[in-house]
Antibody, heavy 119, light 107 residues
Framework: QVQLLESGPGLVKPSETLSLTCTVS?????????WGWIRQPPGKGLEWIGS???????YYTTSLKSRATISVDTSKNKFSLKLSSVTAADTAVYYC????????????WGRGTTVTVSS | EIVMTQSPATLSVSPGERATLSCRAS??????LAWYQQKPDQAPRLLIY???TRATGIPARFSGSGAGTEFTLTISSLQSEDFAVYYC?????????FGQGTKLAIK
């Protein structure tokens, strides 16, 4: 069973950069298809942020493309999300996920981590 | 970017009855459509992928159908644990996109 664990600050100030890491256990990140980030603002639906392959190829949602960067560290079996110039609208639960294949997205999820943007 | 539209926003159904949830894509996504279930304070879980294939451990009362732009999730004989929010997601084109969700409520 693949284990995914998100970590990072729970509070970020407006205009700063949100940084989260997803640690993958019991599975090699280089064996996976794509690894992604999904977020959910309080009381709202799911928003796909982006995904990365262990080779470094990444895709992002249109609305966050200019602010989001996903990277992968195969030596540490982790991947990360950076979101710059955050505002209160970026307050959300952030989930990391494993895509098994093009046909099987988000088969495994982390528990999620809450990030609040506030001064 | 492909827009996914789910209907209805809220569906009220009695336990033991059938629930039918819809998802429409703004352009064809083939069969690359997934359904997720989310319960309060939990991460979502994958129910259906490839439009109609149940994920591991998902009961047979959950079924998915459709292709192209129109998709349906059917839950036959609703159990108490099925009342939750359901999301569809297309994984045919980057960027992947979700529908806004359907809340399945107890009638």
């Amino acid at each position: 069973q693949v284990q995914l664990l998100e970590s990072g600050p729970g509070l970020v100030k407006p205009s700063e950069t949100l940084s989260l890491t997803c640690t993958v256990s019991d599975y090699s990140i280089t064996s996976g298809y794509y690894w992604g980030w999904i977020r959910q603002p309080p009381g709202k639906g799911l928003e796909w942020i982006g995904s990365i392959h262990h080779s470094g190829s990444a895709y992002y949602t249109t609305s966050l493309k200019s602010r989001a960067t996903i990277s992968v560290d195969t030596s540490k079996n982790k991947f990360s999300l950076k979101l710059s110039s955050v505002t209160a609208a970026d307050t959300a639960v952030y989930y990391c996920v494993r895509d098994q294949s093009r046909e099987v997205p988000a088969i495994d999820w982390g528990r999620g981590t809450t990030v609040t943007v506030s001064s | 970017e492909i827009v996914m539209t789910q209907s209805p926003a809220t569906l009220s159904v009695s336990p033991g009855e059938r629930a039918t949830l819809s998802c429409r894509a703004s352009q064809s996504v083939g069969s690359n459509l997934a359904w997720y279930q989310q319960k309060p304070d939990q991460a979502p879980r994958l129910l259906i992928y490839g439009a109609s294939t149940r994920a591991t451990g998902i009961p047979a009362r959950f079924s998915g159908s459709g292709a192209g732009t129109e998709f349906t999730l059917t839950i036959s004989s609703l159990q108490s644990e099925d009342f939750a929010v359901y999301y569809c997601q297309q994984c045919n084109n980057w960027p992947y996109t979700f529908g806004q969700g359907t809340k399945l409520a107890i009638k």
